[in-house]
């Protein structure tokens, strides 16, 4: 299943606070909502070699994601 949306930010490179911070309101909620998305539908291995490929791990780092763009809303 494919992502219904965009990642604004998914091109470019650099500072990652940075480039939040040149989004749109609505660019940064779309953000949200691919990360979001992707956390209800991305799959893991059974038995992952290392940490960084555990479900746990994906949710520390996108929760983070989220949790920046959000406070840019506020």
């Known amino acids: 299943m494919k992502n219904p949306y965009s990642n604004p ?10 480039l939040l911070a040149s989004l749109t309101p609505e660019e940064i909620r779309e ?9 209800e539908h ?8 290392n940490v960084y490929q ?7 780092r996108t929760n983070q994601s989220i949790y920046d763009a959000q ?3 506020d």
């Open 31 to 39: 953000y949200i909502s691919w990360y979001r998305w992707r956390q």
């Open 9 to 18: 930010i998914g091109e470019k490179s650099g500072n990652t606070y940075k």
């Open 42 to 49: 991305e799959l893991f291995p059974e038995k992952p070699q």
């Open 54 to 60: 555990s479900k746990a791990y994906f949710m520390y």
């Open 71 to 73: 406070k840019l809303l």
